[in-house]
C-alpha cells in the first residue's frame, strides 16, 4: 500500500451558499502527524472550512481546483469512505438535539456514534454499549449516562457529543470551538485528554477564537480571513507573523461603574426548597434576589444549576411545592407575555431554535413580540427600532442576510441585539460571550456595560469570570445545585484570595 503526501488535499477551492462566496481559493493540505488550529474572526469561515474539510459540503466546480483526498492506499475525489473515517463535533450538531426534541440519554447518544446516526434505529451491540460506557467512565462523564442530553448544561452536553465522536476512534477529529461553554477545570481536562488523543492515531482539526485554549500537540495553524487563508504554516511561524493573540481578549472601555442597588422592590425573588428538572432535584435551599442597580455574575462548574438558575429567573420552571416566585416587587403570579417584555434573554438554547430562514433584521425585530420568527409584517416604528440595534451593535452588514448563512458568532450578536430591543429592566445571559471573537467580546462587553450603567440590570453565567467583571456588582456561585456564595465583587475576590 502507497504511504499518503496528504490525507486532505484542496488546491482553488471555492464554496458558495446561494449566491454568497463563503470560502475563496482555499489551497491546503493536511499531512500525516500534523495537527492544526484553524483560527480567525467570526464570519471568517472557519466551521464551513471544517465541513469542507470532512467533505460535508461540496465546492464550487471549476476546472481550475480540486478536492482530493487519500483512502485505502489510492487517490479519490470522493469524501464518502474518507467521511467515515471522521468525526465533527460542533455547536450546530448540539443545536440539531434541541431542534428535533431528540432527547436521548447521554449513554444512547455516545453509542450512537457507533451504529451510524443521530438516533438508535436498531439496539447496540452489548461490545458496543461496554465501549461506550468505558469511554463515558473515560472522561469522568458516568454520572451523565441517564440523563436527557437536552436537560444537561451547555457544557455538559458539549463533553457527551466530543465523547460521541471519539467512541469510533477517528482517524480525523474535527472539532468546531471546542473548550466553549466548559468550566476552566473541564477546560483543562478537555485539553489534556485531546492532548493525549493528538498524540495517538487520530489527527485533530479545531477551530477555536482563544489563544490559551490550544490543544498540547498542535503542529500548525491557519488563520482565515473572510472566507480566504490569510496566513498558514507551523503553528510557531504563524505566532511570529501575528496570526495568533495568545492574550486574554481585550476590555472594552467600560463607563463608570453602575450605581449601589437601591432600596426599591426587588427586580427578581426565588425562595425554593428545590426546583426540578425532568424529575431530578438541580438546585436546591435557594433564598436569592435581585435588586435594583445590582448586577449579577453566576459562577460555578458545569452541571451545578447556572443555566436552571436563569430558567427559573424567566419564569420557564418553578419551584417545587412550597416555594415562591416573583418579579418586580409584585408577590402574586405575572402573565409571562408580559414579563417577556420586562425580561430579555440570550442563551444557547433560544439560538438552536433560530434555524428558519429569515434576515437579521426580522431575527432583531422579533424580539419585540417575544417569539422566534416574526408573525405578520414589522410596522414602521418597528423596523425602526430594528434598524437602530442593529447599527448600535454595528451589525447592519447582517440585516439583510439570511441567519442559516451566518456564523455561530454572528447570530449570536443578533440574539444579543433581540433581547435589547425592548429596552428590559432585567437582561438574562447564558454565556453571552461564547463563540464571539476576541474583538466581538470587547464589542459585546461594552454594550452589556453601557446597559448596566444606565440602568439594565442583568444577570450573566460565564466560564469566563474576568471578561464581565469589570461591569459587574455582585457574585452568586453555585455548586452542585445549591448557592454556596452570594456578595459583592469585592466580596468574592476576597474570598478567593
Known amino acids: 500500500m502507497a504511504s499518503p503526501e496528504y490525507l486532505v488535499d484542496l488546491d482553488k477551492v471555492d464554496y458558495a451558499a446561494g449566491d454568497k462566496l463563503l470560502l475563496r481559493q482555499i489551497s491546503w493540505r493536511l499531512q500525516p502527524g500534523s495537527h492544526w488550529a484553524v483560527l480567525g474572526s467570526n464570519g471568517a469561515g472557519k466551521s464551513t472550512f471544517l465541513r469542507l474539510v470532512r467533505g460535508e459540503l461540496w465546492p464550487l466546480p471549476s476546472s481550475r481546483s480540486r478536492r482530493r483526498y487519500f483512502v485505502d492506499g489510492r487517490i479519490t475525489t470522493s469524501p464518502l469512505l474518507f467521511r467515515e473515517r471522521t468525526s465533527l463535533v460542533s455547536s450546530e450538531m448540539l443545536n440539531q438535539y434541541h431542534r428535533r426534541d431528540w432527547n436521548l440519554t447521554s449513554r444512547e447518544v455516545v453509542v450512537s456514534g457507533l451504529t451510524g446516526g443521530h438516533l438508535l434505529y436498531h439496539e ?144 427578581a425573588r426565588v425562595r425554593a426548597t428545590q426546583v426540578n428538572v425532568e424529575h431530578k432535584a438541580v438546585l436546591h435551599d435557594l433564598d436569592w434576589e435581585v435588586l435594583p442597580g445590582q448586577n449579577w455574575l453566576v459562577l460555578g462548574p458545569n452541571g451545578a444549576g447556572k443555566t436552571t ?97 451566518l456564523s455561530y458568532g454572528q447570530l449570536r450578536k443578533l440574539l444579543v441585539a433581540r433581547a435589547m430591543i425592548t429596552g428590559p429592566k432585567l437582561l438574562l445571559l447564558d454565556e453571552p460571550l461564547a463563540g464571539l471573537d476576541s474583538p466581538a467580546r470587547a464589542e459585546v462587553n461594552a454594550i452589556l456595560a453601557r446597559l448596566a450603567a444606565e440602568g439594565t440590570t442583568l444577570v450573566g453565567v460565564t466560564h469566563y469570570p474576568e471578561e464581565m467583571m469589570a461591569y459587574m456588582s455582585h457574585v452568586a456561585v453555585l455548586e452542585s445545585g445549591r448557592m454556596v456564595f452570594q456578595g459583592t465583587v469585592n466580596e468574592y475576590l476576597q474570598e478567593q484570595a
Not at 130 to 138: C, G, S, T, V
Not at 208 to 227: I, M, N, Q, Y
Not at 324 to 343: H, V, Y
Open 124 to 267: 447496540p451491540s452489548d461490545e458496543q454499549w461496554q465501549r461506550a460506557d468505558e469511554l463515558l467512565a473515560k472522561l469522568r462523564l458516568k454520572h451523565l449516562a441517564k440523563r436527557g442530553l437536552l436537560s444537561l448544561s451547555l457544557g455538559q452536553a458539549k463533553q457527551v457529543l466530543i465523547a460521541r465522536a471519539l467512541v469510533s476512534r477517528p482517524s480525523l477529529l474535527l472539532l468546531d470551538e471546542p473548550c466553549e461553554g466548559l468550566d476552566a477545570a473541564s477546560r483543562r481536562r478537555l485539553l489534556d485528554m485531546l492532548g493525549r488523543v493528538a498524540s495517538g492515531s487520530t489527527q485533530l482539526v479545531y477551530a477555536t477564537h482563544r489563544g490559551a485554549e490550544l490543544v498540547p500537540g498542535t503542529s500548525h495553524a491557519l488563520v482565515l480571513d473572510k472566507g480566504a487563508i490569510r496566513l498558514q504554516g507551523p503553528l510557531q511561524k504563524v505566532m511570529d507573523s501575528g496570526g495568533l493573540v495568545l492574550a486574554p481578549s481585550p476590555q472594552a472601555a467600560l463607563p463608570a461603574p453602575a450605581p449601589p442597588a437601591t432600596q426599591g422592590a426587588y427586580l
Open 309 to 405: 438558575l436563569l430558567r427559573v429567573l424567566n419564569g420557564e420552571l418553578r419551584p417545587e411545592y412550597g416555594g415562591t416566585l416573583a418579579w418586580f416587587g409584585e408577590d402574586k403570579p405575572r402573565n409571562l407575555e408580559m414579563l417577556r417584555q420586562k425580561i430579555g434573554l440570550v442563551s444557547a438554547g433560544l439560538q438552536a431554535k433560530h434555524f428558519h430562514h429569515q434576515s437579521g433584521l426580522d431575527t432583531v425585530a422579533s424580539g419585540l413580540l417575544g417569539s422566534v420568527g416574526l408573525r405578520g409584517c414589522l410596522d414602521q416604528e418597528q423596523r425602526h427600532q430594528a434598524k437602530a440595534w442593529l447599527e448600535r451593535l454595528g451589525l447592519m452588514d447582517l440585516a439583510q442576510r439570511d441567519i442559516t448563512t
